[in-house]
């Protein structure tokens, strides 16, 4: 982490009576404890004639070209990915040119982003339109925090916003990269802010200001919790990407070869850090036996190792304190009368980082904490069901609802599970595959709201009604 203070700097754009505003608009400057430290009036650097600055041109232009500026840079971005966070490369490398993708995305949905509907009445021409909400908050994660920051930041600036980014404080390398890469682009300055400093502090002065009128935020259902008690004095509103125990269905009529190889993918890479990993499998007794026996094999035969070797599939775990969580998730699981069928350990490997052995849990029930859990790393539980609506009660079980995984032959079963399902995105015989215009988010305590797509500009922005009268309609009159 960087020792050094950075200017929680917030600038209203696109209207010119918002950049009016801001000549005079001031955040506290923190450090990179979150302490706060002393700050002048920040001068708007934005242009405040109509046009000049961060219009929809503007926009489209500087968010293309950020993308630009990142497409040249993959590698060194997967690099610094893999040393912070310990992710293997063959991740990272992907993630970085997803990350690329956003901007490009979201650069093309400009020109869109103020569309709205018309909808005439006998007396009125009656449309509506978008605008931005204003200043936002973005609280990304420490898992591929790179891409998941572009996910958020992306769309925001598309819709006109500024932006206070705070990354997690366990990764904040890539973070500073992003900030930049947008200078080198040409983004105006205070158009994207970058915060560094715990959540505790810093992030909290983030969700309380009363400037900040959105908080994006992907993490920890009980800190999602605390953002919103922070903002609701400011009546702000909040979009979160939260916990998950995903469920992964398989049917005794499955395409079983790309069933197991979905299964192992969706809890093993990114280190099983990722919100949407299927951490439950869901295997029909028909099938449970021999099909648990091949994916013992599978797990087995993953390659631990340093994040920077090809061969690696599992990197190093983030920090000290997060192998000791995954790893208190093994005596969990005897407690609890479950099997470690494999791993259960932590893993002795190379430049003595935080690793841990893949583990596959077998012999769960529903109720077992190691079924009820986000563990968040390499950690798959097997909990056998008898028929369809078992595995549906299975599923819903929990807490959580983001996501959903259904293996089936029988598609009139698929839709069904689909429908029943409590998660707000369901894959049917697929792991997960992100289509940028479809929404992301879960059910539950895994979120609120939706982003991708036009569905992260009703986030970011306000609709607004605008009615014109024909002249020809009767008018009340009172007071005659």
Known sequence: MHLFSVVLAVFFAVQPAQAAQAQSQTIENVDVRGNKIPTATIKNQLRTKRGDTFDQQTIERDVKALYAF???LFDDIAVLECLDTGQAHRFMAKAAIRAAENFRFFADKCAEARDGLNAPSEEHWNISTRVPIGPVGVITPWNTPFMLSTWKIAPALA?????????AEWSPVTADLLAKLAKQAGLPDGV???VHGMGEEAGKALTEHPAIKAIGFVG???????????GAPTLKRVHFELGGKNPVIVFDDADLDRALDAVVFMIYSL?????TSSSRLLVQESIAGKFIERLTARVKALKVGHPLDPATEIGPLIHERHLAKVCSYFDVARKDGAIIAVGGKPHNGPG???YVQPTLVTSAHSKMRVAQEEVFGPFLTVIPFSDEMDAIEIANGVQYGLTGYVWTGDMGRALRVADALE???IWLNSENVRHLPTPFGGMKSSGIGRDGGDYSFDFYMETKHVSLARGTHKIQKLGI
């Open 192 to 194: 994207l802010n970058t």
């Open 352 to 354: 003595g980082g935080h």
């Open 220 to 230: 920890e259902s009980s800190t999602g919790s605390a953002i919103m008690a922070q």
């Open 70 to 72: 990142q497409g040249g």
């Open 159 to 167: 819709a006109g916003c500024t932006v206070v980014h705070k990354p």
């Open 271 to 275: 280190n099983g850090e990722r919100c």
């Open 423 to 425: 998660a707000g995105m």
